[in-house]
């Protein structure tokens, strides 16, 4: 276990070396998205303004909301920045690296990718939380959770979608369209939307079990909710394993095999 999270802690040293090789470009980067992402609360703001309460959610929430969806797509993107490349890795037979060495492949895929601008996105949830967050020791724990619940049905719903293309080929675009709409509707209120639309928040795409985290959690802790979201995280983790090494036995080899430093 220590030899594997060092080799996870070196993964992540040298992406992050990586990316400031060119450290204007990596300021510049992650400075852009903190700029896309304030433009849109600058939007929210000026909603509330004018209309304080939205089927019970208010500012504090909704910005609650962004800090939870960008960091945890932040977290994921930055520490686990392959997982949206599954599909493509797969349907281009560059697995074949990651086969030849004696790591755990998942992980290994994972680890080895890093998204710039994510990292701007989890600087922007922290500013956000320091600006609008309960940063007393009971609202710090409740934040964690949910930053941690976010950030893992982001990556294992993502795991899930790039496993397709084991059985359907390649499904780059398919998987890209689901890790969009996962990402855009983590960034609406839950309160929102009604009927078939919500269900399939909280089933096809659970979006619902991120974006309902500042009421469930940050502002009451609603206990079935919260159950039902560790649950449904759990559920996405086994099975995004498991789905990744059944479809390992029917994946192709593109004889790309090397090494790698």
């Not at 400075?31 to 939007?43: A, R």
């Not at 560790?230 to 990744?244: D, P």
């Amino acid at each position: 276990m220590r030899r594997l999270l060092l080799f996870v802690w070196q993964c992540w040293k040298l992406n992050l070396a990586g990316a400031m090789e060119f450290r204007l470009s990596f300021l510049l980067t992650a400075g852009m998205m903190v700029i896309n992402n304030v433009v849109w609360i600058v939007f929210w703001g000026l909603y509330f303004r004018r209309f304080p309460v939205l089927n019970g959610w208010e500012l504090r929430d909704v910005m609650m909301l962004w800090a939870v969806a960008a960091g945890g797509f932040g977290v994921m993107a930055t520490l686990f920045g392959n997982a949206p490349r599954i599909a493509n890795l797969v349907a281009t037979g560059q697995l074949d690296v990651y086969l030849s060495q004696p790591k755990p492949v998942l992980l290994h895929v994972l680890i080895s990718r890093m998204s710039v601008s994510a990292i701007g996105d989890v600087l922007f949830a922290l500013m956000i939380y320091a600006a609008f967050g309960d940063k007393s020791v009971a609202g710090i724990v409740k934040f964690a959770l949910a930053m941690a619940l976010s950030t893992l049905i982001f990556i294992f719903f993502t795991v899930i979608s790039g496993c397709l293309a084991f059985w359907l080929g390649n499904t780059e675009g398919l998987s890209f369209q689901l890790f969009n709409a996962l990402l855009t509707f983590t960034t609406y209120p839950t309160g929102i939307f009604r009927g078939l639309g919500k269900l399939v928040l909280f089933t096809v795409i659970p979006a619902g079990f991120i974006s309902y985290l500042p009421i469930g959690l940050l502002r009451q802790v609603d206990v079935p909710f919260l159950l039902g979201a560790v649950a449904v995280t759990v559920l996405l983790c086994l099975g995004g394993v498991r789905l990744f090494y059944s479809g390992l036995r029917r994946y192709a080899s593109g004889n790309m095999i090397s090494l790698r430093r």
